[in-house]
C-alpha cells in the first residue's frame, strides 16, 4: 500500500520505494508537511514542524493556496465570480484512494500499467460561497520515487465563473538557502545548464510563446547548496504540457520556500460554466537524495516507461539518414535513391524524406498546408519514392509541418480564416508562415483526414512532425470574445487531440517531434511521440552541452543526435567524423548529410560506427545514464551506459581543446557492481569497485576535438 490515510489525526502519508510525502488537516486547511527521504508510518509522525498553531495563512503551507484572504504569497489558482470579485477560500471536503492512475481528460500524463503499479489520493477541497470545487490528485508509484500532481477545477454553484489561475501544483517548503536549477537556452543552443541562489523573492522561469520553447524548458529544480552529480538533496519539478508554462520558487520573509508549476496565468482567462471543469496539466514530481543523477535517472525510467507509450516504446531506434543537410529543397527521386543506395550500404536502416516533397515548395516561402506531393520533384509520387527506398531495403520516413500553414498556399486562399488572428490587427509571420488555429475542430479535422490518407496510401514507417514558429495574434474565429482568452490552451488541447487520433489510427509508424529542434522538448510531446529531434545545431562541439543537459530530466532513448558534414552548418566548425560519430551515437544514432559524398576511408569508417551502434543501442536506448564529466565546467565531457543488471556498460570520453603537456587521463565509472571483475576494451581486466573508486587510466588524446569509446563487460 503507498497511501496511508490516519483517520485520527488526518494525515495523508504517500510512500514511495525511498521517499514519504505527508499533508494534514489543520483547521480545515489542506497543510503541507513533509517531502523527502521515506519515514515509517507510524505514530512519530505526528507533530511535523508545519503544523500551523495560529490563524495566520500568511504562515500557513496550504496545499493549494488562494489570494485575498490574508496569504500574500503567489496564489495556486484565482477565480473572478460574475460580481467581480476575486476572493475564494478552499476547506478540506474529504478524500477518496483510486488504485492504479486515472486518466486526464484530453491531456497528457505519466501512466500505470496495472493497479498494482500506482496508487492514487484525491483530495476534495471546496469553496462554499462560489461552489468551486478543486479535487487535488497525487499519484505514488510501487516502483518510481515520483509524485504526478494535478488540480480539477469544478463548478458546482449557479452560475459561471472564470479561472484567471489554476497551476498545477503548489508547494512550501524550508530551504531558504537552495540553489535553483533549470534549463535555458535559445535556439541550436537549447538545454544550457544554470543555477543560481535562491534569495528573497522569486525565481521564475516559464513560457509566452504557445509552446514550450527554446528558451527555456519546463523544468525545474530546488538543490542543496553542495549538491552535485551523486551527492545533495534535489527536489526536481517536471511539467507534462507543451504550451505556455510557469515555474517559480517565491522566499518570503520567513525563509519559507513557496515552489509553484503549472499553466502560465499570463494572458489566461478561461470561463467555468455552471456543472463544467477545468483540469490542469500534470506536474511530476522527484526528489533525490543521491544528487542530480539520482533525480536524472528517476525521471529517465518513469518517462521512458511509463510516459512513452505504443509499440515503439521498448523497441530499438532504427539508424536513419535524413536528406535536409544534403540537399536541403534541391532534390529529385533519384538523388533520394541514391542517397538510400549508399545508406544500405553503409548498413542504415531509415531513410526520411524532409522538407521540400510537396505544394510548389522550393524555399520556405510556400505551400505549407498543402500537402499534395510535388510531380516535379516526385513525378511518380511518395509511393515510388518509398518503394525504391524500401527495395533497397530500407524503410521510409516522412518530413510534415501540420501545424501550420503558408500565405501563398492554397489552404490559405481558401481559409484565410484558419490562422490564429485577432480581427483589425497585422497577421505576423515567422518564416513566411503563419500558425493554423488548432483549437477549430474543423481545421483538425482536415488536417487529420489529409495526414491520415497519406499515410494509409504510403509504406511510411517513420514520422518527423515539425514545429517552426512561436505564436502571435492568439485568437480565433471560431471563438466568442468571452473566449479569446482561453485560445492558447486550447490551441495545445487540439494539438493533442489529433496527436492522440493520428497515432492511435497509425500505431506502427514512429513518430519524432520536432520544433526548429528543441523548441518543444517536453513530456508533453514524449507521451505521443517517444522521441524528439533535440535540436538544430548537429555541431558535435555544441551537441555535448545540449545532450548532457538535456539529459538533466530526458532519458536519451528520446534523443535525437545525427553525424552531419563538416564545416558545420550551425556554426562553421570542423570536427573528425569519429568525434561526430561518438557523440550522435549518446543518443538515437542517424546522420544529416550527403551519403554519397564519403570517401572510401569514410566509408570504411561509418560503417564501423553502425555496426558498433547496432552492438550497443539497446544498452543506449534503454541503460542507465551516468554523467561522469560535465562540458559546462571543463574542456572535457563524459558520460556512460550501464545496463539494468550491471554485466555491461558503455562509456564515452570527449576532449574538445588540446591541452600541453597533458597527464594521463583519469576516468572514474559509476553504476557499476564493485564486486564484479569487468573487461574494458583494449585496457584491461578490473573489479568494479577499482574502476569506480580509483577508476582507469589512458594515454591523452591528441589534437582538438578528440574522443574515445570504452565497452566494459563483467568477466565471469
Known amino acids: ?90 476547506k478540506y471536503k474529504g478524500y477518496r484512494v483510486v488504485p492504479g492512475k486515472p486518466k486526464l481528460e484530453g491531456l497528457p500524463a505519466v501512466y500505470a500499467e496495472s493497479e498494482e503499479d500506482a496508487e492514487t489520493l484525491v483530495i476534495i477541497l471546496g469553496d462554499d460561497y462560489s461552489g468551486l470545487t478543486v479535487e487535488l490528485s497525487y499519484t505514488v508509484f510501487a516502483e518510481h520515487d515520483a509524485i504526478a500532481r494535478s488540480a480539477r477545477l469544478i463548478n458546482n454553484g449557479s452560475g459561471s465563473l472564470r479561472l484567471l489561475r489554476a497551476l498545477s501544483a503548489s508547494l512550501d517548503m524550508d530551504i531558504p538557502n537552495y540553489d535553483a536549477l533549470y534549463l535555458a537556452g535559445a535556439w541550436s543552443r537549447e538545454a544550457h545548464l544554470q543555477r543560481r541562489p535562491l534569495g528573497p523573492g522569486t525565481t521564475a522561469i516559464g513560457s509566452k510563446r504557445g509552446m514550450s520553447g527554446h528558451q527555456l524548458n519546463p523544468f525545474f529544480a530546488l538543490v542543496s547548496p553542495q549538491a552535485g552529480e551523486d551527492q545533495g538533496e534535489v527536489f526536481g519539478f517536471s511539467l507534462v504540457y507543451s504550451g505556455n508554462f510557469l515555474a517559480e520558487a517565491e522566499v518570503d520573509p520567513m525563509g519559507k520556500v513557496r515552489v509553484l508549476m503549472g499553466l502560465n496565468p499570463f494572458d489566461f482567462d478561461w470561463q467555468l460554466d455552471a456543472g463544467d471543469s477545468f483540469q490542469t496539466p500534470e506536474a511530476v514530481m522527484v526528489y533525490s537524495a543521491a544528487g542530480l ?158 495526414l491520415s490518407g497519406i499515410f494509409s496510401s504510403v509504406p511510411i514507417a517513420y514520422v518527423k512532425w515539425d514545429m517552426n514558429r512561436s505564436l502571435t495574434e492568439i485568437g480565433s474565429a471560431a471563438w466568442s470574445a468571452e473566449h479569446q482568452g482561453e485560445i492558447a490552451h486550447r490551441y495545445m488541447l487540439g494539438v493533442y487531440e489529433l496527436m492522440e487520433r493520428l497515432t492511435a489510427a497509425h500505431p506502427d509508424i514512429l513518430f519524432e517531434s520536432c520544433a526548429s529542434g528543441g523548441g518543444r522538448f517536453d513530456p508533453g510531446m514524449l507521451y505521443y511521440m517517444p522521441q524528439t529531434w533535440t535540436s538544430d545545431d548537429t555541431d558535435s562541439v555544441e551537441r555535448l552541452k545540449i545532450q548532457y543537459g538535456t539529459s538533466l530530466v530526458y532519458p536519451v532513448s528520446a534523443m535525437g543526435a545525427h553525424v552531419s558534414a563538416v564545416p558545420n552548418h550551425q556554426v562553421g566548425r570542423f570536427t573528425p567524423l569519429s568525434m561526430r560519430g561518438n557523440v550522435a551515437m549518446s543518443g538515437n544514432f542517424g546522420y544529416e548529410l550527403d551519403l554519397t559524398k564519403f570517401s572510401e576511408e569514410e566509408r570504411e569508417e561509418v560503417k564501423k560506427q553502425i555496426e558498433l551502434y547496432k552492438e550497443v543501442r539497446s544498452l543506449v536506448q534503454q541503460g542507465e545514464l551516468y554523467r561522469l564529466i560535465s562540458p559546462f565546467e571543463t574542456q572535457e565531457a563524459s558520460w556512460m551506459f550501464v545496463s539494468q543488471d550491471r554485466e555491461e556498460a558503455l562509456a564515452f570520453y570527449f576532449k574538445v581543446l588540446a591541452e600541453p603537456f597533458k597527464p594521463t587521463q583519469l576516468l572514474r565509472l559509476k553504476g557499476l557492481d564493485p564486486d564484479l571483475e569487468y573487461e574494458v576494451e583494449g585496457i584491461g581486466v578490473f573489479g568494479g569497485d577499482r574502476l569506480m573508486n580509483a577508476g582507469i587510466s589512458f594515454p591523452a588524446l591528441t589534437g582538438d576535438y578528440a574522443s574515445r569509446v570504452f565497452q566494459i563487460k563483467a568477466v565471469r
Not at 488526518?10 to 505527508?22: A, E
Not at 515509517?40 to 496545499?63: A, C, F, K, T
Not at 527506398?389 to 520516413?397: C, E, P, Q
Not at 481558401?414 to 477549430?440: E, I
Open 1 to 90: 500500500m503507498s497511501v496511508h490515510v490516519h483517520e485520527q489525526t488526518m494525515i495523508f502519508h504517500l510512500q514511495g520505494p525511498h521517499t514519504s510525502y505527508m499533508m494534514q488537516v489543520a483547521g480545515g486547511y489542506l497543510v503541507h508537511l513533509y517531502w523527502g527521504a521515506k519515514l515509517r508510518d507510524d505514530r512519530n509522525l505526528e507533530g511535523l514542524p508545519n503544523v500551523p498553531n495560529h490563524d495566520n495563512l500568511d504562515q500557513i503551507s496550504q496545499e493549494y493556496p488562494q489570494y485575498g484572504n490574508g496569504d500574500f504569497r503567489e496564489p495556486a489558482y484565482q477565480i473572478k465570480l460574475a460580481d467581480g470579485s476575486r476572493i475564494s477560500e478552499l
Open 293 to 450: 543523477g539520482g533525480m536524472s535517472r528517476t525521471y529517465h525510467k518513469l518517462y521512458r516507461t511509463r510516459l512513452a507509450r505504443g509499440m515503439h516504446r521498448d523497441k530499438e531506434r532504427p539508424i536513419l539518414v535524413n536528406n535536409w543537410e544534403a540537399t536541403y529543397f534541391n532534390f529529385n527521386a533519384d538523388k533520394i535513391e541514391a542517397i538510400a543506395k549508399t545508406g544500405a550500404e553503409l548498413g542504415i536502416e531509415l531513410f526520411v524524406l524532409d522538407d521540400g516533397w510537396f505544394g510548389k515548395r522550393n524555399d520556405d516561402t510556400t505551400s505549407l498546408g498543402d500537402w499534395v506531393v510535388d510531380k516535379n520533384k516526385l513525378p511518380g509520387g511518395l509511393r515510388d519514392v518509398a518503394e525504391r527506398v524500401n527495395r533497397l531495403g530500407l524503410k521510409f520516413g516522412l518530413w510534415f509541418e501540420p501545424e501550420m500553414i503558408s500565405p501563398d498556399s492554397d489552404l490559405y486562399r481558401s481559409h484565410p480564416d484558419w490562422c490564429l488572428h485577432v480581427p483589425g490587427r497585422r497577421r505576423t509571420l515567422a518564416r513566411t508562415q503563419s500558425v493554423l488555429d488548432m483549437s477549430r475542430s474543423d481545421v483538425r479535422e482536415y488536417l487529420f483526414a489529409t
